[in-house]
Structures are given as C-alpha cells and as structure tokens.
C-alpha cells in the first residue's frame, strides 16, 4: 500500500549514457514532483505536473524531461548523464492549491561514474 | 534562490532532552512546513503552520512562527533515539514566480543518543 513508489531505487551508470527513473503515486492526488537532493543535503524542484500538464520547470537542463502519461505517473528522462547529476531524485505529490503537505517517494539515488 | 535557512546545522542531544530547531526565510509566505528525513528515505510531513498562526502543537513537537522576524522554530520535547533524522523547514507562497512549489532549507541533522 505504498503511497509514492519510485524505481529504481539505486542507479549507477556511465556518464554519456541515457536513463530513466519512474514514479506512481496511488494517493489520488492530481499535482507530482521531482526534486533534487544533492551531496549537502539541499533539496531544490525540478518539476511540477498537474493533470498532466507541465506548471513548473525551474531552469533545469533540456536534457531532463519528465513525462506524465496520466495523473499518477511522473517519469524521469535523463539523456547524456554528466557527473553533476549524481544527487538523490525524490518524486512527490499533493492536491493543486491546497497549500498542504508533499508526499514524498523513498528516492532514487542515481551516480554518474 | 533559497527561502529557509534552518539552524543549527547539527545537533547532539541526550536521550530526554528537548531539541530547538530554528528556521529563517526571506519572502512573504503563506505557509511555513516542516520535514523530517531519515537517513536515506523520504521526506515526511511533521506540521504546517499557516502565517496567520502563531503557535502549532502536534504529539512532542512545537512549532512557532513570527513573521515579523520571518522565523520560525521546531521543538521536540522528550526527544527518543527514533528522532535522529535531518529536520527541514520549507515555505509556500508566490515565490519568483513559481507559485504553488516548496522551497526547503538545507536541514538540521538532529542526533539523539540513548
């Protein structure tokens, strides 16, 4: 009865490469996120989806892109992984405009050797 | 930009004791939150904490906010070992144009030694 389940939960890869990461939330929530947490811990959105449509996209490189197939998946793209996208991806989840709490996934720790 | 500012960065308690977290932030908010992060998991949701309010209570935690001084502060109170987690503030609000996101704080790594 998981509430976020991303996959996968460890990645390790070469940079160059392309992957994905995949998130679904079972909430019913119609709002999902990514964030990124790096080395010190600052955790900073790279997107926002609500109904499926793209409401935010904070100055993240082109070469993420997050799809949205349906209201409870959000999916992470990465093309030509570089070092500096070692971090900890985190997806979440809320109701649009209620201001309240984020569910948050367990993470998905990707390294770029 | 980052909004919260949480301090201090570490902290190391006994077992019983109480721990105060504080929070600064630099915008007009709507909401001030705060999250607990065990080593590697998920953030959870502790309180939330409306501008208009000034003081939350929820089981062993305390929460304040003034907004004169754009401070906010976690207490928990008899604090157990099962508390050792990082502790992050984030605030809500019409922020560089992203309304509707978190904006978090670097964390405070809170230590509770049995």
């Known amino acids: 009865d998981t509430a976020v389940s991303q996959t996968p939960k460890y990645l390790v890869t070469q940079m160059g490469n392309d992957k994905s990461i995949k998130c679904e939330q079972n909430l019913g929530h119609d709002t999902m996120y990514w964030y990124k947490q790096d080395s010190k811990k600052f955790l900073k959105i790279m997107f926002s989806?609500?109904?499926?449509?793209?409401?935010i996209n904070e100055t993240v490189p082109n070469r993420f892109s997050p799809k949205s197939p349906d209201k409870a998946h959000l999916n992470l793209h990465i093309n030509s992984l570089e070092l500096g996208d070692s971090a900890v991806y985190f997806c979440?989840?809320?109701?649009?405009?209620?201001?309240?709490?984020?569910?948050f996934g367990e993470g998905s720790r990707l390294t770029v050797l | 930009s980052q909004q919260g500012e949480e301090d201090p960065q570490a902290l190391s308690i006994q077992e019983g004791e109480n721990a105060t977290m504080n929070c600064s932030y630099k915008t007009s908010i709507n909401n001030l939150q705060w999250y607990r992060q065990n080593s590697g998991r998920g953030l959870v949701h502790l309180i939330l904490i409306r501008s208009n309010e000034r003081e939350k209570h929820s089981g062993r935690l305390r929460v304040t906010l003034d907004t004169s001084k754009k401070s906010s502060s976690l207490l928990i109170t008899a604090s157990r070992a099962a508390d050792t987690a990082s502790y992050f503030c984030a605030t809500d609000g019409d922020y560089g144009g992203s309304q509707g996101n978190l904006i978090f704080g670097k964390g405070t790594k809170l230590s509770v030694k049995p």
């Open positions: 979440a989840s809320t109701e649009f405009g209620r201001a309240g709490e984020l569910f």
């Open positions: 989806y609500n109904n499926k449509e793209l409401i």
